[in-house]
């Protein structure tokens, strides 16, 4: 069965710096990854997914993340940060198939100081 | 643009009472999933639907815990009775399809207290 694990439970940095999200799965077939943020009080949004294809992806809002499929990581990156990107972030990983359900990592939180 | 919608958005209640929430997915939307999301934590399936049919309800605890959908559109989960331990957010996302290559997107979620 396929797990998600999310190192840092909380990672503050200054605003306009860079931040480095870091995220390892574990299966043993193919996967899809996902990263998911959620602001205060509300649901959660699609940030980007890898399914296939080239192992940097690029989602909303300037953040990226590179799928490295010999360390079983997907973290997320963003070269500059801004106060508004102060939320919870989420790692996900689905089996490579219609069938499986995604699997949540327990969150990071991401507070960005002035 | 199209949301998901959730109410309550809050709910107090007591132990051993009886408490629903409901979900409308985006229109035309197949797939519809409930969550349950403790603090501190990541989102966890309780119950997929794909139109009026369950297609995955294994971590839901069925003694207590009862979702339906009857018409493939709007959905309930009720809780009967509440225990302490149900206190969370409980998500709602729906899909145009089922298969996780598909986008969830994500309702504001009841925030469920119970004392």
């Known amino acids: 069965a396929q797990s998600v694990t999310q190192l840092d439970s909380q990672v503050p940095v200054f605003e306009e710096a860079p931040v480095e999200l870091r995220c390892n799965y574990s299966s043993s077939v193919s996967v899809y990854l996902f990263w998911y943020v959620q602001y205060p009080n509300q649901g959660l949004q699609l940030l980007l997914k890898?399914?296939?294809?080239?192992?940097l992806v690029k989602g909303i809002n300037g953040f990226e993340a590179e799928f490295n499929k010999s360390q079983t990581s997907f973290h997320l990156r963003k070269p500059s940060v801004h106060i508004s990107d102060t939320a919870e972030y989420f790692c996900?990983?689905?089996?490579?198939?219609?069938?499986?359900?995604?699997?949540f990592g327990s969150g990071t939180r991401l507070s960005i100081r002035p | 643009e199209a949301e998901v919608a959730q109410s309550p958005r809050y709910k107090i209640t007591e132990k051993s009472q009886a408490v629903a929430f409901w979900c409308d997915p985006i229109s035309g939307h197949a797939t519809l999933y409930w969550y349950r999301q403790i603090l501190g934590q990541g989102p966890e399936l309780l119950v997929q639907?794909?139109?009026?049919?369950?297609?995955?309800d294994s971590q839901l605890p069925k003694d207590r815990f009862s979702a339906e959908r009857l018409k493939g559109v709007d959905s309930t989960l009720k809780i009967q009775p509440a225990e302490l331990g149900d206190s969370a957010m409980y998500l709602c996302a729906s899909s145009l399809d089922a298969g996780s290559y598909n986008e969830q997107f994500f309702g504001p979620g009841t925030r469920l207290t119970v004392l």
């Open positions: 890898y399914l296939s294809g080239s192992t």
């Open positions: 639907f794909q139109d009026e049919s369950v297609v995955d």
């Open positions: 996900a990983v689905s089996e490579g198939s219609s069938a499986s359900k995604i699997i």
